[in-house]
C-alpha cells in the first residue's frame, strides 16, 4: 500500500511539474521529502534521502517501516538546516513530495513542525492531499476520508487543497451512489448517512455515523477537486486553485500563457467537452 501511495504522488508531481514547465512556463524544483521515495517516477533536484534513508534506520535501529519513518522526519526536524541548504536560493516554484503516512499529518507534531519552518524561508506554502476517486464508492470510506483531510487541515494549519485523483478510473471501481458534485463539493451529508445505515454494519452505528457526519458539516471546510493528470484542463484547474490558495503571483510572460489557456479550457467548457470524467452519473 505505502508502495502504491508513493506511486499515486509521484505521477501527481511528474504531471504537474511538466504542465508547470512545458504549458506555463514556470521554473519548477521538486524535492522529495519522502526519506522511503527511493525510485520516484520523476528526477528529484533535491532528495531528502541524501540525509537520511528509511532503509538504513530500520537496518540501525531495527524499527518497522512507520516508526523509521517518524524518526526520519524528527531526525530532518532536527537537521532542518541542512534542508534549507539544499532548498533555499533556487529561484523557482517548489513541488514537495511527502510521505503519505497519515499519522504524520493528523497527529505528530514532527511534519508540522517542518513545514513550520519552511513557511519561515520565504515559501508560501500549500497542502495537495491526494485521495482514490474509489472511496466514493463506500459511504463508510469516503466519511473516513472526509474526517482524514479535516484532521489534516486542522492539524497542519496550511492552505489546502484535496483532491480526488484518478477520477478517469471511477466507472470502472463499481457505482457510486449519486452524481459526481455531491462529493467534490461535499454536499447535504444526509444522504449518504441513510445510504451507510442501510448496510448491516451501519445499523449498530447510526448515532455514531450521525456525529461523525454532524462533525464534517459542522466545520464545512472540506471539499475536493477531480484530477485526470493525462487532461490539461483539470491539472490547470487544479493549479489556479493552488496559486490561489497560496498567493502566487503570475509574471508578465506566465500571466499571458495561463489566460490563453484559461480561454480554451472556457471554450471547452462551453461546448460540453470539459471534464469528460464530470459526467459519470452515480447508479
Known amino acids: 500500500k ?3 501511495q508513493r506511486r499515486v504522488r509521484g505521477t501527481y508531481c511528474r504531471a504537474m511539474a511538466f504542465h508547470l514547465r512545458n504549458v506555463i512556463k514556470r521554473p519548477v524544483v521538486i524535492v522529495n521529502l519522502d526519506p ?3 525510485q520516484p517516477p520523476y528526477t528529484a533536484d533535491v532528495n531528502v534521502q541524501d540525509l537520511v534513508e528509511v532503509d538504513e534506520v530500520m537496518e540501525r535501529l531495527h524499527l518497522g517501516p512507520n516508526g523509521a519513518i517518524i524518526f526520519c522526519m524528527e531526525y530532518i526536524e532536527s537537521h532542518i538546516d541542512q534542508l534549507k541548504e539544499l532548498v533555499v536560493g533556487k529561484g523557482a516554484y517548489v513541488i514537495f513530495d511527502c510521505p503519505g503516512q497519515v499519522e504524520l499529518y493528523i497527529h505528530q507534531s514532527s511534519f508540522r513542525n517542518i513545514v513550520g519552518h519552511i513557511a519561515k524561508w520565504n515559501i508560501q506554502l500549500c497542502v495537495v492531499s491526494l485521495v482514490d476517486s474509489h472511496y466514493c464508492a463506500d459511504p463508510s470510506k469516503f466519511i473516513s476520508v472526509l474526517l482524514t483531510s479535516l484532521s489534516s487541515m486542522l492539524h497542519l494549519e496550511l492552505p489546502h487543497i484535496n483532491v480526488l485523483s484518478k477520477i478517469d478510473l471511477l466507472s470502472k471501481m463499481g457505482p457510486i451512489d449519486f452524481q459526481l458534485n455531491f462529493y467534490t463539493e461535499v454536499l447535504d451529508l444526509s444522504y449518504l448517512l441513510e445510504k451507510l445505515d442501510e448496510r448491516v454494519c451501519g445499523r449498530q452505528f447510526v448515532r455514531l455515523n450521525s456525529a461523525l ?3 464534517v458539516e ?3 471546510l472540506v471539499s475536493f477537486y477531480p484530477l485526470d493528470v493525462q487532461e490539461v484542463s483539470c491539472l ?7 496559486d490561489k490558495a497560496n498567493g502566487y503571483v503570475y509574471g508578465e510572460i506566465e500571466e499571458r500563457t495561463v489566460l490563453g489557456l484559461s480561454q480554451s479550457v472556457s471554450t471547452l467548457e462551453d ?3 470539459f471534464d469528460r470524467s464530470l459526467q459519470y452519473q452515480g447508479t
Do not use: F, M, T
Open 2 to 4: 505505502q508502495w502504491y
Open 36 to 38: 522511503a521515495n527511493e
Open 213 to 215: 457526519v454532524g462533525l
Open 218 to 220: 459542522d466545520y464545512n
Open 236 to 242: 490547470h484547474r487544479l493549479c489556479k486553485a493552488i
Open 271 to 273: 461546448n460540453s467537452e
